[in-house]
């Protein structure tokens, strides 16, 4: 590993995290609100293992884990109370929150499963508790969703792992090698950077195989004259970055190249007009409007791009169904595509925050397709 400007994190700002979380806890007038989405509870606590859960409340904060992870979580999170669990919920939920007078207990609902939900429910039932279990959603997401400059470090430095891997890869793309060897070639230069883990599968597509916006690299031998999409990621201190570029191998036709140049202008135009304030599908038409008015809409089938933190896909969502509006301090992707079925395709991305109302680019890598 190289030298990093950025050492391992001496104290996590869980204080002021724990802060904003329990005024929107009180906003929604719940007493407790209990977190096991694992970036929300790594995010709040510091806590990194696995399993657990946390309880926050007024005055409580409570990580309940099993033995694995107690002693770790007595580093990790200073700020909580350590719980041990025991194998089923009714044997330790209730007595957790039987004297606690709480009446309302807010649950992750994009999280919680419907059987842990109806378990949860059971055991206090048994166990004669009398807590109403209330469905949230976003709470700790739209926490996440403004990074605070320690998380900008950090993702900075995964984009810099992401960066230095791709310019080192791309001079070993040429066409004669598969697309799993490709992947392969990316994924040991992240690590050899000091990337912790890929945060998602790599994407090497090419030929007709770049059509396909979430292809899985395979077999196929790439071939001169192809676009070759890569999408990639690296990861620090949790955090995650995420970027894509095509590149075209040789003379690749005239539609290829033409896409490219739609792209690559829906792209830098919506990074140069992106503004805090802004309803991310504002953000989404800037891209989306050029690649319409060239006539290629229809070819461009998803959003222009996603929050990325300790999540690769996270809070904001910039595509034509999202709500909500962007705010300085968001880190997203801007990653507009078009896709011809048969012929291949071209993607784009770079990850920007938005401070003093505008985006600055994150990405290092260049642009140029070959
Ligand atoms: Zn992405």
Redesign the pocket.
């Known amino acids: 590993m190289k030298n990093r400007i950025v050492e391992e994190p001496k104290r996590r700002p869980v204080a002021e995290r724990l802060r904003k979380l329990r005024i929107s806890i009180a906003e929604r007038e719940l007493d407790a609100l209990l977190v096991s989405q694992p970036e929300n509870r790594r995010y709040l606590s510091g806590f990194t293992g696995s399993a657990g859960w946390l309880l926050i409340s007024e005055k409580n904060a409570i990580l309940a884990t099993d033995f694995r992870y107690v002693e770790p979580a007595r580093g990790e999170s200073p700020a909580f109370e350590i719980v041990r669990t025991a194998r089923e919920l009714g044997d330790w939920f209730p007595g957790l929150v039987s004297d606690s007078g709480w009446h309302k207990l807010g649950f992750e609902a994009n999280f919680v499963s419907y059987d842990s939900h109806h378990k949860l429910g059971e055991a206090m039932e048994s166990k004669k508790v009398d807590l109403e279990l209330v469905p949230t959603t976003n709470l700790v997401e739209q926490l996440r969703a403004i990074k605070e400059p320690e998380e900008l470090d950090f993702i900075t430095e995964a984009v810099k792992l992401a960066d230095v891997a791709f310019e080192q890869a791309r001079a070993a793309i040429r066409p004669g090698i598969t697309e799993k060897e490709a992947a392969w070639t990316i994924e040991r230069l992240l690590r050899q950077e000091g990337s912790e883990t890929v945060p998602f599968e790599i994407i090497v597509a090419s030929g007709p195989n770049a059509a396909l916006p979430h292809a899985r690299p395979t077999d196929r031998i790439i071939g001169p004259g192809e676009p070759v999409i890569i999408?990639m990621g690296a990861r620090f201190n949790g955090y995650c970055s995420?970027l894509?570029r095509t590149l075209l191998l040789g003379k690749a036709g005239n539609t290829l190249e033409e896409i490219y140049d739609i792209v690559l202008s829906a792209q830098t135009t919506a990074i140069e007009r992106v503004e805090s304030g802004m309803d991310a599908t504002q953000a989404d038409r800037l891209a989306r409007s050029i690649i319409e008015q060239a006539g290629y809409g229809d070819a461009f089938g998803h959003g222009l791009?996603?929050g990325?933190g300790l999540a690769?896909?996270e809070s904001p969502t910039l595509g034509p169904g999202s709500s909500g509006s962007l705010a300085d301090g968001m880190v997203f992707?801007v990653?507009p595509g078009i896709y011809l079925t048969g012929q291949g395709g071209v993607r784009i991305?770079d990850m920007v925050v938005l401070e003093n109302g505008r985006a600055r680019v994150l990405t290092g890598a260049r642009k140029d397709s070959s």
């Open positions: 999408d995420d894509s791009g996603h990325v690769v896909h992707t990653e991305e």
